[in-house]
């Protein structure tokens, strides 16, 4: 796997937690790693451009320098879908100008994590789907579930739509993202049953970095 895209059952669910710790995990595996968000919103401006604090995590935790706009080619400020903030700002978000960004640092990897924004069904402009984007970048999908109330809901509805994208889902992740959920086990025990993908991880609850390496060993199944 030299690329994987990384989305979520919805919004704060957990996918930016999840690209940081698989992009560490395979820097300690020797690997020559970069992150992507090509789509943000809720930025702030600075003078230079636009800045969105996952993406600035994401940047932070590449192998080695990289351009601010080739990891994160389009910041927008208000924090609403991407379609809705880009018109608010008069600008227009071009494929190609993130195939571009990604072409140049795929040549500097091993290993690129590219994060989606939002859930899977978004329309970042008026003619692009988010899996347009993914269609054209050929990548394999990871889907983020936050372990709550109606995440197998959430959880199923979204790998019905990527498949029928005709998208590869190669794994899945379990975010523990409310501590009063009692039925998280139980949930997640019933999710693997039922997504035809492997469970790679499962990150308790507000965990250190440590502790949310549990269950990984089907991340290296990927490599």
């Known amino acids: 796997m030299q690329s994987c895209f ?30 992507m968000k090509p789509v943000a919103s809720g930025s702030v401006k600075t003078d230079r451009g636009n800045r969105n604090g996952d993406a600035l995590a994401i940047l932070a935790e590449c192998s080695s320098p990289l ?29 190609e100008t993130i195939m571009r960004a990604y072409d140049r640092l795929h040549s500097t990897a ?33 889907l983020v579930v936050g372990i709550r109330l109606g995440c197998l809901n959430h959880a199923m509805l979204t790998v019905e739509s990527i498949r029928r994208d005709c998208l590869t889902l ?34 308790p609850y507000a965990c250190s970095a440590s502790d949310c390496l549990i269950s990984w060993e089907g991340i290296s199944n990927l490599y």
């Open 6 to 35: 990384i989305t979520g059952t919805d919004t704060g669910i957990g996918k930016t937690r999840f690209t940081l710790e698989l992009m560490r995990y395979g820097k300690r595996q020797g690997l020559r790693v970069a992150g």
């Open 170 to 203: 190669c794994g899945w992740v379990a975010n523990s993202i409310d501590q009063d959920f009692t039925d998280g086990e139980d949930s997640i025990r019933l999710l693997q049953r039922s997504i035809p993908a492997p469970l790679l991880a499962h990150m």
């Open 110 to 142: 091993d290993l690129v994590v590219i994060e989606g924004i939002g859930g899977w069904k978004i329309q970042l402009d008026e003619e692009i789907m988010l899996s347009d984007l993914v269609a054209r970048l050929q990548l394999p999908v990871i």
């Open 67 to 95: 351009r601010y706009e080739d990891v994160n080619p389009y910041a927008f400020i208000d924090p609403v879908a991407p379609v809705i903030a880009a018109k608010r700002e008069n600008r227009s978000i071009s494929m």
